[in-house]
């Protein structure tokens, strides 16, 4: 085996960490994440000082961005063109920068997402304020480094003489970091930077008197200072950004929404798409058209409504459904010391003044080698010209060039750069103004050594300069604040009669649990017949419910849960269809079973309260306003012991009094009132004491003393009684017999317990279902009204093994 072939075993998860750990090194710290001192990722660093090294600055004409890119691929980045030309398109497009570092000359790419033109088509040059990143980068104010393959140098960083990471943002993702830094307003980042070096140890309530919060080049209304804190504080927070709106006024009593900003680095032409598809799915009513009117005066897109619309609630409804307003997450990580690290605003500008203070000292120090250097020639010109005949004489007693300098500096004491200085002086400089002018030039260079010293010795100074140099730049360039901010976040309310066109309708459901929605259109159209409603066999209908498309549904189950579903949720079926099973549309378990369906207007109404029974005699009250939710699974409306089912649920107005009805014929009366509003989710208290065999049956709301009570046993025995033979007692009693169950050989049985109860005020049809299937519809005018306890009489034919299981009133069913 030669040594070529000599392979070295290697664990797999080794070479694959070790790959994976250095491939995340170079794109977080080479690609992706920006630099805190500049604020520019590599690839845009590399395009601005490519266009600066190539003379391709504003004062020029406009050049190929295909040059640009290749020079900046060529020299500086070997990886495709087309990542390149992205970093430039981003710094040309006015609404993606605060402030543009490329000035583009072309297509350039719209708001609408449409691509910029091809590079070979476009041309750019550097903008004025991008030279203020490159100033003074020839005189060695940054680290420079060898190129990719070792033919030229590129700068470490820019010296970036305004805050750039602040006033222009950046978004980047690397393996396992991103960073999301929004734009700022030029002046309040540039004041910001001062007050730092006025007062190191200000505080983030101090500052943000200054920064009032982002900037975005697109404007709109920044809503929470709460998020903008934190997100200053840690570097992680949130805010909420809308859209510039306004309602305006037109004739004939139409309005139309406008909208002239929206949302940083959101696609107008995608939100003007989504507004049109809520207008075409009639997800809301009253939009008659979205039209895009941008154009060279700025932005808008009009939302023309149609007569008589909720303008206020069509607005709020697109805020909380398009990106109108969006949530914008601050992650303000930067590269600081070839880290990756999460700063808050006040260590941003620690960097960038720490930054600046380092240019403007290497810069301090080159300007000072120059004027060292340019003094000594000055001096030595300047003894030269004092002993002139002398140095003229020992120059032309040289040999040549090189003897001539050896003689000044053996003779005269100059030194070689001061000799070489005298050698290539002109003739004209001799003249006596030309004498005066390097007096002058050298006392002007002397002073200038004397102010770089200061700057160099004292760091008071030093920040002088920074902070002259920066305000300078924000005089220039600073513009007004674009986006306004809110401290509060206001919450988007949706009315429903935005959503639902208001429509009267019927809900049915079924015994089997089947429900539908049927407009009375095709109720109509269908005969008008309540009882020719579609049915499957066996099954018949045990709420019918008129009602609006705006009104909600309180649906409450023996296990003491309740779902709230709105009427409009309710699927649409045509009068004969079955509808749907009542699982497709909320999740109620197989082995519950709805007692009650309440159709509700308004949970805000007062005096108005939802009372339980439970089969164990248990009564809860609880005010309605409890069961206003927006969750669409069950909640708990009532706590229910174990063995025991809620029989009965009513909406009530609380000045009534509650007749309790039971299995084996006791009965009790009591004032509502007598019942105590709970919580939603208490159990209750006692309504009637209850043998162990014994259930509640009935419920019924009683008001003065009219009218009988009806109660049918299972043998289909009926009577009613005087509401007048039942007196109003205390809650919790045994209570009075209601009725006389017979039991004996000779006597004919009546029955061994109650099927329901009911109050009676004017003649009411009542239907009995049988055990066997049968169906059988009497009339309460056919029952006899006899004393308390009696024994009744046979008002449905039940046959032998057979018996009533259920009774409903005529105006609840067919």
Known sequence: MTILENFLPAFLEEVVGDRFGRYSKYIIQDRAIPDVRDGLKPVQRRILYAMYDAGNTPDKPYRKSAKTVGDVMGNYHPHGDASIYDGMVRMAQPWKMGHMLVDGHGNWGSLDDDPPAAM???EARLSEIALELLRDIEKRTVQFKDNFDNTTKEPVVLPSRFPNLLVNGVSGISSGFATE????????????????????????????QIVKGPDFPTGGIIMGSEGIREAYRTGKGRIYVRSRTEIEQLRGGLQQIVITEIPYQVVKSRLVTAMENIRLEKKIEGIS?????????????????????????????????????????????????????????KDMIDAYVGHQKEVVTF?????????????????????????????IAAIKASKNRQDAQQNLVAQFGFTERQADAILTLQLYRLTNLEIHS?????????????????????????????????????????????????????????????????????????????????????F??????????????????????????????????????????????????????????????????????????????????????????????????????????????????????????????????????????????MAI???????????????????IQLKDEDEVIGAEWIKGEEG??????????????????????????????????????????????????????????????LQSGERVSFSSENTPIEQRKSTGRQVVSVKKADMITDLLKSDNQS
């Not at 200038?448 to 920074?466: C, D, F, H, P």
């Not at 949706?494 to 208001?502: I, P, R, Y």
Request: charged share 30%; hydrophobic share 40%; proline share 3%.
């Open 524 to 665: 109509t159209r269908s005969g008008g017949e309540i009882d020719k409603t579609g049915l499957k066999e066996g099954d018949y209908v045990r709420y019918l419910l008129e009602v609006n498309t705006l009104e909600s549904l309180l649906i409450f189950t023996q296990k003491g849960q309740y779902y709230l579903l709105p009427v409009h949720q309710v699927p649409e079926y045509k009068w004969k269809e079955n509808g749907t099973a009542i699982v497709n549309v909320i999740p109620i378990p197989k082995d519950d079973r709805i007692v009650n369906v309440i159709p509700i207007k308004d949970f805000e109404e007062q005096g108005r309260s939802v009372v339980f029974i439970t089969k164990r005699g248990q009564v809860k009250r609880t005010d309605l306003k409890e069961y206003l939710t927006n969750r669409s699974i069950g909640i708990v409306a009532c706590k229910v012991a174990d063995h025991d089912a809620v029989i009965e649920v009513r909406l009530s107005s609380n000045d009534q009094d509650i007749m309790l009805v039971s299995k084996l014929g």
């Open 669 to 687: 009366r009591f004032a509502e009132s007598e019942v105590n509003p709970m919580g939603r989710a208490a159990g209750g208290v006692r309504g």
């Open 438 to 522: 390097i007096e002058k030039e050298l006392k002007d260079v002397q002073k200038t050594i004397a102010y770089l010293n200061g700057i160099l010795g004292s760091e008071k100074k030093l920040m002088a300069v920074i902070k002259d140099e920066i305000t300078e730049i924000r005089n220039k360039y600073g513009i007004d604040r674009r986006s306004d901010i809110q401290d509060e976040v206001e919450e988007l309310k949706v009315n429903l009669e935005v959503m639902v066109s208001a429509e009267d309708v019927y809900v049915t459901l079924s015994n089997e649990g089947y429900i539908k929605r049927t407009s009375k259109l095709s």
């Open 120 to 122: 070979r088509y476009t």
């Open 363 to 391: 810069r301090s120090r080159f300007e000072l080698e120059k004027a060292e250097d340019r003094a000594h020639v000055l001096e030595g010109l300047a003894k030269a010209l004092n002993i002139l005949d002398e140095v």
């Open 708 to 769: 009988e009570l009806l109660v049918v046993s299972e043998l289909g025995y009926a009577k009613r009684s005087l509401i007048l033979d039942y007196p109003v007692q205390g809650r919790g009693g045994k209570g009075i017999f209601t009725f006389e169950f017979r039991d004996g050989k000779r006597v004919k049985p009546n029955g061994t317990q109650l099927v329901k109860a009911f109050a009676v005020k004017e003649e009411l049809f009542i239907t009995a279902f």
């Open 181 to 208: 830094i929004p734009p700022h307003n030029l002046r309040e980042t540039i004041d910001a930077c001062i007050a730092v070096i006025d007062k190191p140890d200000i505080d983030l309530e101090e500052l943000m």
């Open 289 to 345: 058209v979205v039209r895009d009117e941008s154009g060279r005066q700025g932005l808008r897109i009009v939302i023309e409504l149609k007569k008589d619309a909720d303008a206020q609630g069509i607005l709020a409804y697109l805020l909380k459904k398009t990106d109108l307003q969006v949530t914008y997450n601050f992650n303000m990580v930067a590269i600081v010391n070839k880290t990756p690290k999460q700063l808050g605003i």
